[in-house]
Structure formats: C-alpha cells, structure tokens
C-alpha cells in the first residue's frame, strides 16, 4: 500500500489512475452501467480525457451535501490520510468502478425535476473530487449546461488541479479546513495546510460560494486556539455564506477494520454538546453563520 499511496499524493500523474476493475467493499454504484471489460490502456487513456472515472458510490440525499435534495457522487482517490475519515474505502483510485462521465449525466438529467423542486443539485465528493479533474469537470459542465446547481466537497489541497474554466461550473464549495494550525494539519492529514488556504483564496477572489467545514475531534482539532486560526482563516474569504462544525463519530471504524488499516482514533470519544457549542461560538464571534 505504501507505494501506491506514494503515487496517489503526488496527485494528477498517470500512474495514479490504476485502472478500476473492481472496489474492495460493495460497490454503491446501482443504477449505473459500470465498464468493467475495457483492458486497463484504454481505461487509462479515458480517465486522462475525462471521459471516464473512478466512482465508490451515489446517493440521493437531502440537505447533508448542501441545500435541497441532491445527487452525490463519491469519487475514488484521495492524497490526504485524515484520522478520522469514515470513508476510508475510497483513499485509492484503482478501488473504484469504471463508470462513464455521459452514464453519471444521464442519471443527472433523470433527476432534474426533483433538482428543481427542492431547489437542491449535484454534489460532487469523495475521497477527494480534485484526484480526478477532467472527470469531473465534464461532469460540472454537464449539468450546469442542464440548469443544475453544481457543488464540489473538497479539502482544496489539490486545488490547482481546479482550472479557471472548472470554476466556472461551480455554484458551490463544501471546504474542509481541517485545522488552523500548520502542526495539528499535518497530524490530521499527513499534509501542509498552505493548498487549501490558496485554494480557498482563489475561491473568493472569483465570488464562489464556500460552506466552511471543520471537524471537531477531541484531542485533537479541539484546542481553542486552532479553532480561533480556522476562523480566522475563513474569514479571510468573504464569500464564505455558513461554517459547519461537524462533531467526530466513529461511524468509519468498520471500514478501517475490514481494510486492515490501522485506525488511530479508535478510543476517542465524540466531542460532548458543551465543547461543540462553545467551538460553534467561537466561529459566531467572527460573524458566521454557524451548523
């Protein structure tokens, strides 16, 4: 695993897209036509132009992956290693089916009366969307030329694999500010925090709207002065319309078991309703909207 994963961090390399046959764990993909008979070039050569990718799994969900009822679709692959992920299962992109970008619009389309009426929209997430750019480009340009609310969830650490043109066909980010503080992100996520900084920058320079996320772990992101930095990174992006303050579960533990990987937070509690209103408060002194 170590040497793929050493590929996977690089990010964007044609060695990162080994080839989907088949996902570990269920597949999440019902519906979907998924291409499992391409010999491994020409799914290479397709996952490089777009116009095939890397899927764990679409849902239909409502108000989870921002407003109104929404497609989300979990994209496989991610350059991040965060403690507390619960969808360990979607860390490399060769565990994820082949399903085309046209196969995804399709289902898209089917589902835009219900887009409409609940005011609600695509969500693309992950794993880490930004894995795959020219994937899901396509797909953010398809439904915005079929009038439906776009938004990605990312960690912004790959954000410079986000074209000017990809930006254009979004409506809304989802960003995971993981830590304010450069020591705690790196115990996190295995990363620098300096990308998803960039990234969100970038975001408001252009007017993008950010719903700002954190996770609040205890004894690990709850210190109140790497809050306090998260805050006031965000509030350096004036299109951030609401923070969200998710409280840690430990939901994902299965999944770490089942893939044999090591789960560090396996004794951590979820944080009591205390330190999550006192963490929400300190976003609310900066001004936001809190969740």
């Keep these: 695993m170590s040497e793929t994963r050493t590929t996977a961090q690089a990010g964007g390399r044609d060695q990162d897209f080994l080839a989907p046959a088949a996902r570990l764990r269920g597949a999440g993909i019902g519906g979907l036509e998924e291409l499992t008979d391409l010999q491994r070039s020409e799914r290479l050569e397709r996952m490089r132009s777009g116009e095939l990718g890397s899927i764990h799994s679409w849902e239909l969900v409502t108000a989870v992956d921002g407003p109104g009822t929404r497609m989300t679709v979990f994209l496989n692959g991610c350059p991040l290693r965060c403690l507390y992920c619960h969808n360990p299962d979607t860390f490399l992109m060769k565990d994820g089916e082949p399903v085309e970008a046209a196969e995804l619009l399709r289902r898209m389309r089917r589902y835009r009366g219900v887009f409409r009426a609940s005011k609600g929209g695509i969500t693309l997430s992950g794993g880490e969307v930004l894995m795959q750019p020219a994937f899901a480009a396509r797909l953010l340009a398809g439904a915005k030329a079929m009038g439906i609310h776009t938004c990605i969830d990312t960690s912004g650490y790959l954000g410079a694999n986000a074209t000017d043109e990809m930006l254009d ?30 990234f969100g920058d970038r975001l408001a320079a252009r007017g993008i709207e950010i719903w700002a996320r954190f996770v609040l772990v205890p004894g690990l992101t709850d210190d109140p002065a790497n809050v306090e930095n998260v805050a006031r990174i965000i509030e350096r992006w004036g299109s951030v319309s609401r923070v969200e303050v998710l409280p840690f579960h430990q939901m994902g533990t299965d999944k770490w078991d089942s893939l044999g990987l090591d789960y560090r937070l396996r004794d951590t509690r979820p944080p009591e309703p205390e330190l999550v209103e006192s963490t929400r408060a300190i976003f609310r002194a900066h001004g936001f909207t809190v969740y």
């Design 169 to 198: 066909t979004i409506d809304l980010v989802l960003l995971d500010v993981k830590s304010g503080d450069e020591e705690t992100y790196a115990a996190v996520t295995g990363r620098e925090l300096a990308p998803t900084i960039a």
